[in-house]
């Protein structure tokens, strides 16, 4: 160590002529890396290979990235951008071309003409430049990337002023102002002018040499983008003047970065979709629906794919499956209700019935439950409308009402197997629902969903059926009420500034108080302040006391105050324990527990 101390004094008065490595190896070390033998080996290969030396020396991992390139930065006498104060300039993608954007990972810094020339300017261009030049603020990460300074110098005239900022925030703003896929994009518009494109607009642009390997590259871009994002869905809607592209994550739209003119495509990303779904690709009139088996990470995606004709063309939505895991820990449960859940799964017989709006993760619990249960020794027979996700060994059937084969007459077939766990995607009848009674009292274990706001509130859904409030009694052992909230992004939420008073008339326990935090928003969570989504419930089971009441024909408030007195806690209440846990933020407990069934449906 003590011979780089002395390298590194000696390095004061840096110059290029010293040689690079010297000198990233001097800054690095000043940045206090963590192997300099390492760095020194890698700056060698780099050399070998022609690679970038300052990346080389990222790549090694001992350093800081933002400190070892703010370093740099300083020593050479360049302006430093923190990551947050990153502004690309505006319209870029109109003025700087998308192959030196992206393929050098370089940007236009929003801004500014330059301050006339003074003498005794640091910036070492100075003598340079004329009154009547522009000077171009370009972004850079590696200073000393000559085939990025050939390229620019190439496309603009002026002079240009560098400054720096991370690796990882350049790529990030280059995608953002670029849109994902731009550069393949770009390839395919290359050597084509503007009138034609508008023009031939109906007509497929692709018909040049290879097109559909870049089509197919430029769809592959995006799906890869979705997945990595997390997305569950992927909307490709052409708007007339426009194709929006948007991603549904944690349950919200995002609009993806697209490039611009991506209109021009549209009829051959709509067609290259179809491909892969195997869709009748001539067929624009009616609506298809197709899947797409991928892989991604080494784990099978099963794509569903829906096309739907509208005024300005096909609609394509696409659902990405078999991206999650049914574990419990994804639920994200409390503990104590988790172990309810165990209980009530381990019992051999009996129906269980998860209830909620559409989109509040009762498919995800029922295939968890399933999944838990997804034993060699266990019959598991799913009766869905559609499908939603496989689980291998679990023997699943799509209804098909045009064939007649609807939930009853399913549910009838199934049961003459002998499953031993039966899951019915919905009971929307009362057929369904005797059937599924009749199966749970003569040793099957049920599992199904009702459309209903609380968990109570299903109890009084099958009676008003026309079930009879003793086979309801004897045959249900719980209802569980769920929703979804989006859990607080943890590397930028922070406490919340909503007054206890405000909080207290929204129901909020004041004991609760010390750990409520509210969102913020950084990059990691594409500024929503959210990241993932965690699962509230409430579990109402059917007590003695309850089915005392049952035959009685008491009203639902009074089975609310019943289930309450047998120790259910009701929705919001668990909602306002991940609160208190600095989980969530109490604006997603109150949005998605507000007692309208409508607002949820959305
Ligand atoms: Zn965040």
Redesign the pocket.
Known sequence: MDSVSAEIQSMSEPSLAGGLPELLLAVAGRVGCSDLEEVKAALTRAAFSQQSQVGAVISTGTVPENDFLHALADELGIQWREEEEVRPAENVRATFPARLALGFQILPEQGTEDPPVETGDTDGNAESRTPAETTLPLLVWDPFDLAAWQAVMHHHPGTVRVVMTTRRRLTEAVKSSYGVGAETFEELLEGRDEETLVEKEEVNVLDGEDPEASVMKFVNQILREGLQQGATDIHFEPLGHDLRIRYRIDGVLHEAPVPPRIRVLQDSVTSRLKIMASLDIAERRLPQDGRIALEHKGRPIDVRVATIPCVHGENVSLRLLGAEQFDFKRLGLEPGLERIIRGLIAIPNGIVLVTGPTGCGKSTSLYTFLSALNVKERRIVTIEDPVEHKIDGVIQIAVKPEIDLTFANALRSILRGDPNVVMIGEMRDRETVEIAIRAAQTGHLVFSTLHTNDAVGGITRLIDMGVEPFLVGSSVRAFLAQRLVRKL?????KPTTVSPEELQREGFPMELLGGVRQ?????????????GRLAIMEICLMTPALQGLLQKRATGNELSEQAVRDGMIPLRNDGWRKVAMGLTSVEEVLRVTASDLAVLDE
């Open positions: 992004c943890p590397k930028c939420s969102p913020g928003g950084c990059q990691s969570c594409r500024q929503t302040g959210y990241a």
